[in-house]
């Protein structure tokens, strides 16, 4: 205890020292994070608006924006902070509570892409019973599984990590307090708490990948069997959304994550941190929404209110 106290703020590097490339970066982390709150709480906003997006899938959408928008919170504002005055410095304590609230909201957002697997094999695969498997307790009860498990994912990586003695470096080569570059200042005998958070990230990256899989191999059974081509382009037209942005969020986290600390190459994690804590949560409203006719039409409805003081007849 006395030896990991000693450290009391860690530095983080960040991504560049050149200034020019600062304020480049700056300025488009700015903008995507403008553009990830206004998708993601206008998403939300939308959801809670329109009584025609009252329902599973809109439900999970909503979760999945306030989650997009809360983990990009957790580490964009405080990088663009770094960027703009060059102060590198993040106390002890900051570090633990951003590694705990990352590590938290990541996990529910694993959780979430595998509920609304779910939730299109029920509509594709079952859609005369979709009501009843789909019920409004079924869906908060899946919600409510997805932030549980996260939190468990919060406490046992950040007490893996604060558990270790943090004696001699203090300088983070990274942007944010992620697990492998705080885990990798550590002095004391690391190899099983390493395996621990392998074996963690593993399962549950896998195990939300298993159910994934195969609730597609369930659906693409489903398509390839009906005679409808609008059938057929609807469902692969959803299947091909679900399938973007799982691909870019798996690879990115396995990238990060599953290797152990002393195989990790820095420059690729840092790319892939940013894709996964910046520009993922960004995407997600596009992907999922902003193609979506339902979705239009609850903007512009809100919009006509908005603009004219009257309901819209879209």
Known sequence: ???????????????????RLRVFLFITFLLIYTLTVAGNLGMLLLILLDPRLHTPMYFFLGNLSLVDFCYSSVVTPSVMARLLTGNKVISYNACAAQMFLFATLICVENYLFTAMAYDRYAAVCKPLRYTTTMRSSVCAGLVMGCYVLGLLNGCIHTGETFSQSFCSSNVIDHFFCDVPPVMALSCSDKRVSELVLVYDVSFHIFFAMLLISTSYIFIFHTILRMRAAAGHHKALSTCASHFTAVSIFYGTIILMHLKPSSSHSVDTAKIASVFYTIVIPMLNPMVYSLRNKEVKSAFLKVMNALVCGRPSKV
């Open 1 to 19: 205890m006395e030896n990991r106290t000693e450290v009391t703020e860690f530095l983080l590097l960040g991504l560049t020292d050149d200034p």
